[in-house]
């Protein structure tokens, strides 16, 4: 076993801990914690915003560097820039609108996507990196805190001031040896251009920030200062869902708004339930069952989904007045057991798209935990499928629609498909998403006396489909 | 009362609900501009809902099993043997459907043509599982016309030993015409059906219909 893998039962290996919930039970983001690093070139920004990410030790951290917004040049700028002649290092060099777009969707928490800078042309590439799940986000450039708009936004404004002979014998060896400049070239480029903004525009916004760290990187105490108060604010603000989903919200199938669609109690519906629910069911027929009540389900939700009118004419010459879809269908599936019901759309919806979500609950506080999301890119324009053969606490199809709402998915636009929910489940997603609607085959009633460890009628409908007990 | 609506509010007619969901998947099986690949596949997802909607009408009895979490679940358990039986040609098409949700499903053909010179159906061939005087059938035929065949088919069965209840007839579209006439016929009969369509032409072709579902299905037009 490597190091940092995590054993968690005898079945299970997980190798990190995953992102817990970043919104509320009532299913509203969070602020993103937002930090702040500016400083003069080569002072040392990038180096302590990479301590600063070692030391918090998440994965849910992301530095978005100012050299992503550098701005599209003008025709006579950029014959400048390829004669070295341009001044980069002007607060005009940047293009802070969109800058601030970028910062404004991480901060909300929905996914956006971060230009990219192409230093060989001088001009911003075609190229964007999609960023999705940062519960801290980390600005730094020599004008992080120079934008009023920006600076609102910031939670901690840092700024690094190392002494400027320091900075200058680092720009020195860092242009020569990593971008092959000749040594005096730098020097020119620092007289004409770095100096004089430095002095004019960056050591002003040094008013702006709440910490100064003299010496960048080599003080260790300042940093660590920084350090302790960043995780404490984190700490405050670590929410916990299961608890209040649970405990404060319970009810009964009675009070459940109607955005619950439960599937007509056929007796093909109740028989096959009742296999799926006896635990002497061998696993071939818990498979099968499973697979043939999901096609029902799949069938069910699709019928969620608008329609328009389309008048066709048959083969008899005559006209039939039917209806056809409106627009794309997305499924995403939570893995692992939603996977199970992917198979059934596949079989049915021949030309939808397919996302995947990896949720593992925490074995011992039951928070659920992200580790995984792969979406369609154009999925905010789609109608969208959920897929979990069960809805036990809710905590985990909340989170599900959480990051469908942060790719841009319209609330109304997602139909969660389930075979088996708990009330108290169903209700603590009509609570958070009242628009969303739920189609369930079953509604157990069969509740343990634990909140934490309600389970379902199936057992763990995973383990039973793919044969993983403990 | 229109003929459809007769039909429609007969007791042992059951067609499936109808949502603009089924409206959607009829609106390509019924188009003649539709491909032979979508026919089939918009077909037999229609076809899997028949089957699951005809299987309903077969007896359960109640059960109580203990889940896994060792609570008891009250439910119930299938009761009752089945079979399948398609008139042949086009009533195959539905025989993957039926076995998709029954794994080994017994199944029977029928083959009945219309005779030239009475221009009644005749029975040509028929091949039955053994014990199908104590099973349930599910007869199967896309169509339902005049109810011709079917009709003849149904003679078969019971020559054969098969109670008229035990006998669900399934189909994708029926002329309400010969749907009437079969319910009149067979007094115990159930039909389970996905629409009911308006009328019958002079050649007995379903109106509006969808053209010849056999010749569709297995690429045989003209």
């Keep these: 076993m490597s190091s940092g893998a995590k054993l968690t039962s005898s079945t299970l290996l997980l190798k990190s801990d995953g992102r817990p919930p970043w919104y509320t039970p009532g299913g509203k983001n969070l602020p993103v914690y937002m930090v702040g690093i500016a400083g003069g070139s080569a002072s040392g920004k990038t180096s302590v915003a990479k301590r600063i990410v070692e030391s918090l030790d998440v994965p849910w951290v992301v530095i978005v560097s100012m050299d992503s917004f550098y701005r599209q040049l003008l025709p006579e700028e950029s014959k400048r820039a390829f004669e070295s002649n341009h001044d980069f290092d002007h607060p005009t060099s940047f293009d802070y609108a969109t800058a601030m777009r970028v910062l ?18 001088h001009s911003p590439s075609k190229e964007t990196q999609n960023v999705y799940g940062a519960s801290v986000v980390i600005f730094e450039g020599i004008f992080a805190l120079y934008d009023a708009a920006i600076l609102e936004m910031m939670d901690v404004k840092i700024f690094v001031d190392t002494d400027s002979d320091i900075c200058l014998a680092r720009r020195i060896k860092r242009d020569v040896a990593e971008r092959g400049r000749d040594p005096l070239g730098v020097l020119q480029q620092y007289d004409r251009f770095v100096k004089p903004a430095y002095d004019g525009f960056v050591r002003p916004t040094m008013n702006n920030a709440d910490v100064i760290i003299p010496r960048g990187l080599d003080n260790q105490v300042a940093i660590d200062l920084m350090i302790q108060h960043i995780k404490r604010q984190l700490d405050e603000r670590n929410a916990t869902i ?83 879809p409106l627009s794309v269908v997305t499924g995403v599936t939570v893995l692992r057991a939603g996977g199970v019901m992917e198979k059934a759309l596949r079989s049915v919806a021949r030309l939808a798209n397919y996302g995947k979500i990896l949720i593992v609950g925490d074995q011992k506080t039951h928070e659920p935990r992200l580790h995984y999301v792969k979406l369609p890119p154009s999925i905010k324009d789609h109608q969208v499928l959920l897929m979990d053969p069960t809805i036990v606490s809710g905590a985990n199809a909340m989170m599900a629609i959480r990051i469908c709402l942060d790719h841009g998915v319209l609330e109304e636009h997602i139909v969660f498909l389930s075979l088996l929910a708990t009330p108290q489940g169903v209700h603590a997603i009509q609570v958070a998403f009242p628009k969303v609607r739920i189609v369930v085959a079953l509604l157990d009633a069969h509740i343990g006396k634990d909140e934490l460890l309600i389970k379902s009628g199936y057992g763990l409908f995973g383990d039973r489909y793919f044969g993983t007990e403990d | 009362m229109s003929l459809s609506l007769q039909a429609a ?214």
């Design chain 1, 242 to 324: 299961m608890r209040p989903v649970l405990v404060d919200k319970y009810c009964s199938s009675t009070g459940l708004r109607d955005t619950l669609v439960t599937l007509p109690q056929s007796n093909q519906v109740r028989a096959m339930q009742t296999i799926l629910c006896d635990r002497t069911t061998s696993r071939d027929d818990f498979i099968f069952y499973s697979d043939r009540l999901s096609r029902l389900i799949i069938e069910h939700g699709l019928g969620q989904l608008p329609l328009q009118h389309k008048v066709v004419e048959t083969p008899m010459e005559l006209p039939y007045e039917g209806y056809e």
């Design chain 2, 9 to 222: 509010e007969h007791p042992r007619l059951h067609q499936l609900p109808q949502t603009n969901q089924l409206k959607a998947l009829m609106t390509i099986i019924r188009d003649k501009n539709t491909t032979r690949g979508d026919f089939v596949f918009y077909s037999d997802r229609v076809i899997r809902l028949l089957v699951e909607e005809g299987l309903n009408y077969l007896p359960v009895v109640h059960k109580e099993v203990i889940t896994p979490m060792g609570i008891p679940f009250e439910g119930v358990s299938f009761e009752g043997r089945i079979c399948g039986v398609s008139i042949m040609r086009a009533g195959e098409s539905m025989e993957q459907g039926l076995r998709d949700v029954c794994t080994s499903v017994r199944i029977g053909k029928v083959l009945i043509q219309r005779d030239e010179r009475t221009a009644q159906p005749k029975l040509y061939y028929s091949k039955l599982p053994k014990d199908i005087a104590n099973r349930w059938v599910l007869l199967l035929d896309p169509m339902l016309a005049t109810g011709g065949s079917a009709m003849k088919c149904i003679e078969v069965l019971m020559e054969a030993g098969v109670r008229e209840e035990r006998i669900l007839f399934v189909n994708l579209i029926c002329a309400p015409e010969g749907a009437l006439k079969m319910l009149e016929r067979f007094p115990k009969l159930q039909i389970i059906t996905a629409e009911i369509d308006e009328s019958m032409d002079a050649n007995k072709f379903i109106l509006p219909g969808l053209g010849d579902f056999g010749d569709r299905y297995f690429g045989t037009e003209d």
């Design chain 1, 104 to 121: 404004k969707d991480l901060k909300e928490g929905k996914a956006t996507r971060v230009p990219q800078y192409d230093f060989t042309t």
